[in-house]
């Protein structure tokens, strides 16, 4: 295995999804009690557990029959002969291992409340991905991701950076997961005719392309709000509302974009959103 084949396979453009959740645990934690170290292993764990994510989603998709070498946004090392499936399969495991070693020194760290959350998140990645029926291929795709990749991850850096899960942090959690929900329904607007093709019943192949595209706006528009009417609740402080500043991004989304565009632009979206919320709350410190 080849670390250009490794690199491919990680997905280098999804982990930015990985980086709002992050971030807003991060600025979340910000305080007292915060562990820059513990934050740190945190990150860590995150990027490790949506790396695996893709690996499984790679393996499952091949064995499914789902990919082929005209598949778009796949690593391609199965379709092409480059790696073994059983090698990937390995990978996979070896990714989880090792996020279960960082975990574990989180636990050690913060309590037993970790550990579920993130068994929950492992156990959630295997759902997403594996069996005969994966929910990836289901219309509660986007639901899946939005609250494995929104308020349980958020909360889970909160509470490993912080030592504590508030209102705040959940909340904060449901934008991010929003924003993040947002850019899976671009990818699959993009996927949807070979979706289709394969008898993946997703969400937004039930929906159609207008539809689908209307919900991608008004995700990526909620998760852009949302913040600023928490901080008018007193839930987040005053400074979230920056978020508002990206909807300068998603008033790109309402023109005539191509449907590849769409993802990069709904990922750009989810960083800044999560990075202005970030900056947000810390300057609420």
């Not at 913040?227 to 402080?237: D, E, K, N, T, Y």
Request: aromatic share 4%; glycine share 12%; proline share 5%.
């Amino acid at each position: 295995m080849s670390w250009r084949q490794l690199l491919r396979l990680t997905r280098p453009p999804t982990l930015a999804a990985t980086a709002a959740p992050v971030l807003v645990g991060g600025a979340l934690a910000s305080g007292p009690h915060f562990s820059f170290s513990l934050w740190l292993v945190m990150v860590a764990v995150a990027v490790l557990l949506q790396i695996g994510a893709n690996v499984i989603n790679e393996y499952a998709d091949f064995h499914h029959g789902l990919d082929s070498q005209e598949s778009t946004g796949i690593a391609g090392v199965l379709v092409s002969g480059e790696m073994a499936v059983g090698r990937v399969a390995e990978l996979a495991v070896g990714v989880f291992v090792l996020a279960l070693c960082g975990g574990l020194v989180l636990v050690a760290a913060r309590g037993w409340p970790l550990l579920v959350m993130g068994l929950l998140a492992t156990a959630g990645n295997a759902l997403y991905s594996l069996g005969p029926r994966p929910l990836s291929a289901t219309v509660v795709g986007e639901a899946w991701v939005f609250w494995l990749m929104g308020p349980l991850e958020v909360i889970a850096v909160q509470l490993a950076a912080g030592g504590e899960v508030t209102v705040g942090g959940l909340m904060a959690g449901v934008a991010v997961g929003l924003l993040t929900a947002a850019i899976l329904v671009a990818n699959h607007l993009r996927d949807r005719e070979g979706d289709l093709a394969r008898g993946r019943s997703t969400l937004v192949g039930r929906l159609g392309a207008q539809r689908g595209k209307v919900l991608l706006i008004a995700l990526a528009a909620a998760g852009s709000m949302l913040p600023a009417l928490f901080s008018v609740l007193g839930i987040l402080p005053p400074w979230s509302a920056l978020t508002l500043l990206s909807m300068v991004l998603v008033a790109g989304l309402t023109r005539e974009v191509p449907l590849p565009r769409l993802l990069p632009l709904a990922a750009r979206i989810d960083l800044v959103a999560g990075g202005l919320l970030s900056l947000g709350i810390l300057i609420g410190r």
